[in-house]
């Protein structure tokens, strides 16, 4: 009967749902994250280039 008692608690426990829902939601996150970098790491390459090829003389006094 104590073995009944004890599965029913630990169905009804909730506790540990919250722990995982906030995982998931955070490896999403990271996901998205990730993929996003990864999209724009081209077009952010060429951003740079393009900022430093008219701050270097500027820069250098040229």
């Given at each position: 009967m104590n073995m009944f008692i004890l599965a029913q608690r630990l169905r009804a426990d909730q506790s540990g749902a919250?722990?995982?829902e906030?995982?998931?939601i955070g490896a999403l996150i990271s996901v998205?994250?990730?993929g996003a970098l990864?999209?724009?790491n081209g077009s952010m390459v060429d951003m740079y280039?393009?900022?430093r090829s008219y701050l270097v003389p500027v820069l250098s006094g040229s």
């Open positions: 919250t722990a995982i906030y995982g998931l998205v994250i990730v990864t999209a724009l280039e393009y900022i």
